[in-house]
């Protein structure tokens, strides 16, 4: 099933379904942006046990998932397994995974960029208790609703010329956009006066 970023939340209230997520595409910052929204709505502010696999780990070791989903340690009752670099060839460990009922645990899987054609894509987008989070490149629309994100977070004021000036100035990559906001805001922070265009510039 395909959900988009604001849908995200919504996954976690729906008890019968297991929390596995394949997140991609091009946009890097967004893709780190998705991961850790899962990962801090999954804890709840309650510790988890965190475990990381790569593509790799996979192709010498098939049963390494479903191991690590089945043990839990002794100080978590939590536990966020994430796969790095996930492939077309490793369908099927996912596929047998999605037919099983595990409680307490999120598995979440990462690749790059995916085609339409792609075995992994098509599994997740065709499912309805597994779920896919495609991360494209931002546009206009994606780049003011991270802006405006940023602004409630802040508690700056910019005005609308500056609003549109960044919509137009930001690039397509999530984590060079919050890098650039990251700026403005180290520069305001200390100020009382608002900020100008020309020093946005």
């Known amino acids: 099933m395909?959900?988009?970023?604001?849908?995200?939340?919504?996954?976690f209230n729906n008890q019968n379904k297991n929390l596995i997520f394949l997140v991609y595409g091009p946009n890097e910052g967004l893709i780190r942006s998705i991961i850790q929204s899962l990962s801090t709505i999954f804890k709840d502010n309650e510790s988890a046990d965190e475990v990381v696999?790569?593509?790799?780990?996979?192709?010498?070791?098939?049963?390494?998932?479903?191991?690590?989903?089945?043990?839990?340690?002794?100080?978590?009752?939590?536990?966020?397994?994430?796969?790095?670099?996930?492939?077309?060839?490793?369908?099927?460990?996912?596929?047998?995974?999605?037919?099983?009922?595990?409680?307490?645990?999120?598995?979440?899987?990462?690749?790059?960029n995916l085609s339409k054609s792609s075995k992994l894509r098509k599994l997740f987008d065709t499912s309805k208790n597994i779920f896919s989070v495609p991360c494209y490149e931002d546009d206009s629309r994606s780049t003011m609703n991270l802006i405006q994100k940023f602004i409630q977070s802040s508690n700056l004021n910019l005005n609308r010329e500056i609003k549109n000036y960044l919509v137009q100035f930001l690039s397509n990559d999530r984590s060079l956009n919050q890098n650039e906001l990251e700026k403005i805001y180290l520069y305001q922070k200390n100020r009382k006066e608002n900020l100008s265009l020309e020093e946005v510039k």
Request: net charge neutral.
């Open 2 to 11: 395909i959900i988009k970023e604001n849908s995200i939340k919504s996954v």
């Open 53 to 112: 696999i790569s593509g790799k780990n996979l192709d010498e070791e098939p049963s390494r998932l479903m191991n690590e989903i089945q043990t839990f340690s002794m100080f978590s009752n939590k536990k966020i397994v994430y796969v790095d670099m996930i492939k077309d060839k490793h369908s099927s460990i996912i596929d047998d995974l999605r037919h099983l009922r595990f409680e307490n645990t999120i598995l979440i899987l990462k690749s790059d």
